[in-house]
């Protein structure tokens, strides 16, 4: 057993150097090749060129994966929620519980240019929306719907049983509690699971491909409008050999974008839940 337990200690230590090694050797590579892109002028001015792309900047693509993300976190974010809820505190049905629970998890392993095609005819064609950047946001918004109910519901189910037995001795129904303990106990988790499923939304560039990005656009705040988006930038730049230097950089801001958002919403979950043990205690 000691032999077993050192071996799975020496692996795990293993594991996590190897993955660590992983991503900066990953980030390293692609600053090193697109770091000659990278400037201000990089981040604040529009494609130009003799063909779109080869020059200038990527701030409407910057601006319109914002855009889509935004809209996709608005779209998700009620279903998910009140799903992760149902399944916890509403729903009694050990079988109608574990037909929500199939049906989550086959939607989480669609592929996403399938929620693309679906996006396409019926937000694009049926709906009458277009390609445009509501269209975009609400394909990706149900996209990420499955990934983020998962995530509340777990932090929802690690709190003590306890807690809601309690509060029906009490009297107290179910809404105030939710309202007044769940929901503070677990509300870092919640934001950082929207803000994780905001990351995976920004990243998905099939979905958009159909219901809203285009090649070229100019910044926009309509949602009506196409916009660009920087998965699918970086798809053209490589796939079409306008500019590797300006894929890598397209690339490397991307991956910033989300690493950024990534430790904002760890930072903040833990730095939250510290605040509610101290104020607790």
């Known amino acids: 057993m000691k032999l077993f337990s050192k071996c799975i200690k020496y692996l795990s230590g293993l594991s996590c150097i190897l993955v660590t090694g992983l991503i900066l050797f990953l980030f390293g590579f692609i600053f090193y090749r697109g770091a000659g892109v990278i400037s201000v002028k990089f981040l604040t001015d529009v494609p130009k060129g003799a063909i779109i792309g080869s020059e200038g900047g990527i701030l409407p693509a910057i601006i319109g994966s914002l855009m889509y993300t935004g809209t996709a976190l608005l779209t998700a974010a009620v279903p998910s929620f009140s799903l992760a809820?149902?399944?916890?505190?509403?729903?009694?049905?050990?079988?109608?519980?574990?037909?929500?629970?199939?049906?989550?998890?086959?939607?989480?392993?669609?592929?996403?240019?399938?929620?693309?095609?679906?996006?396409?005819?019926?937000?694009?064609?049926?709906?009458?929306?277009?390609?445009?950047?509501?269209?975009?946001?609400?394909?990706l918004g149900l996209m990420?719907?499955?990934?983020?109910?998962?995530?509340?519901?777990?932090?929802?189910?690690?709190?003590?049983?306890?807690?809601?037995?309690?509060?029906?001795?009490?009297?107290?129904?179910?809404?105030?509690?939710?309202?007044?303990?769940?929901?503070?106990?677990?509300?870092?988790?919640?934001?950082?699971?929207?803000?994780?499923?905001?990351?995976?939304?920004?990243?998905a560039a099939a979905p958009l491909i159909f219901t809203g990005a285009v090649v070229n656009a100019p910044v926009t705040t309509d949602l009506m409008s196409p916009a660009m988006a920087l998965p699918n930038h970086l798809h053209s730049l490589l796939t079409q050999g306008i500019s590797t230097e300006n894929a890598y950089g397209t690339a490397f801001v991307l991956m910033l974008l989300v690493l950024v958002v990534n430790l904002g919403s760890t930072f903040y979950a833990r730095r939250r839940s510290l605040k509610w043990k101290t104020r607790k205690i």
């Not at 107290?172 to 106990?185: A, G, Q, T």
């Open 144 to 203: 990420i719907i499955p990934f983020i109910e998962i995530r509340l519901e777990n932090a929802m189910r690690q709190q003590p049983a306890l807690l809601a037995e309690q509060s029906a001795a009490l009297g107290v129904s179910s809404f105030y509690m939710i309202r007044h303990l769940i929901i503070p106990c677990i509300f870092p988790e919640i934001i950082s699971a929207f803000l994780l499923g905001g990351c995976y939304a920004m990243g």
């Open 85 to 139: 809820l149902y399944q916890v505190y509403y729903q009694k049905n050990r079988l109608g519980r574990t037909f929500f629970k199939i049906i989550i998890q086959c939607i989480s392993g669609i592929p996403s240019i399938v929620f693309g095609m679906f996006g396409y005819s019926f937000l694009v064609l049926f709906l009458g929306w277009g390609r445009c950047i509501l269209s975009g946001g609400v394909t």
